[in-house]
């Protein structure tokens, strides 16, 4: 490695745990309303009144390093990288750990298998590469200096523990996300519309219609609960997707603290080459991810600010 090491800057770890904090805080609802569906299983019989038990427990399992193991390996389809790939693999991760202060037993690397160059950080302690991206690895389409830099970006997203609830929150929101998908696709159905954008007008008509309604008949309660789905259902997910771009934002700025603006801007735009660009207003409200293009300027500009 040519690149020089620096010393990250304590803001970008004060932004990494307000965004944990916030990712929290925009679950909330999800999880209450998980809580709200597996409490109604109670009163089915004694055998689903277990149910609240088993779902609680196994959220537990997933905060240690076994239920993580299994809990990526089962969701992410993440798995141990193979001999070859671990060859290309090896000296790229072992700079990364070695840039960043990280101890070798404190993260450990995976392997999706996937046609599109990509990398992910999960739970507390786990890092995923793509099949496609150790590939462009060992062809040379990505240099492993780019990897190096794609691995610190990850890496970054532990750096302050911000990622280490999410997998817990995914678990304990999966009820609420299962129930309000069902809810959509059954508007979308309904609607006669296929669109994710006809799908959600549905629903905002169907909840204003049923709050009128309640509020008409006098019962406040049961509008207000209705009210507050419904700003669950819209903002929540608009919420989490603004989160999460910010926290993508945070992790490349923490790569290029340690000098790695340059070669993660290069590998971003080598691993976005072919790729098409998201398109649509709501589609670019609930990406995950800024644009390539976006991220791209960002780290130029640091660079350019470290040299001032």
Avoid at 181 to 204: C, D, E, K, T, Y
Avoid at 279 to 292: D, E, I, K, N
Wanted: aromatic fraction near 4%; proline fraction near 4%.
């Amino acid at each position: 490695m040519t690149v020089s090491e620096r010393r990250p800057r304590g803001d970008g770890r004060r932004h990494a745990v307000g965004d944990g904090l916030w990712r929290i805080v925009a679950a909330a609802p999800a999880v209450l309303g998980s809580s709200l569906l597996t409490l109604a299983s109670v009163p089915l019989g004694p055998w689903a009144a277990l149910f609240p038990l088993v779902w609680v427990a196994s959220a537990a399992v997933l905060l240690t390093r076994v239920g993580e193991r299994i809990a990526v390996r089962g969701a992410y389809r993440f798995g141990r990288p193979s001999a070859v790939q671990a060859v290309v693999l090896q000296p790229a991760w072992a700079t990364a750990l070695r840039m960043t202060g990280t101890a070798a037993g404190d993260v450990e690397l995976y392997v999706q298998a996937a046609r599109v160059p990509n990398a992910y950080a999960a739970g507390g302690r786990s890092v995923a590469v793509t099949s496609r991206a150790v590939e462009d690895c060992k062809s040379g389409r990505l240099s492993e200096n780019q990897l190096v830099a794609v691995l610190v970006h990850e890496l970054g997203h532990h750096a302050s523990g911000a990622t280490r609830p999410m997998l817990l929150v995914s678990w304990l929101a999966a009820p609420w996300r299962v129930a309000r998908n069902l809810l959509i696709a059954l508007a979308s159905v309904l609607a006669g519309r296929q669109s994710q954008r006809g799908a959600m007008v549905a629903v905002v008509v169907g909840l204003a219609v049923a709050v009128t309604r309640t509020l008409h008949q006098g019962q406040w309660m049961v509008g207000g609960v209705l009210v507050f789905l419904g700003l669950a259902v819209v903002l929540c997910p608009l919420a989490d997707a603004a989160i999460s771009r910010r926290a993508e934002f945070v992790a490349d700025r923490f790569a290029a603290d340690h000098g790695l603006a340059l070669q993660l801007a290069a590998a971003l735009g080598a691993m976005d080459d072919g790729q098409p660009a998201a398109s649509g207003r709501l589609r670019l409200l609930l990406a995950s991810h800024p644009t390539s293009e976006r991220r791209i300027r960002a780290l130029l500009a640091a660079n350019t600010a470290s040299r001032v």
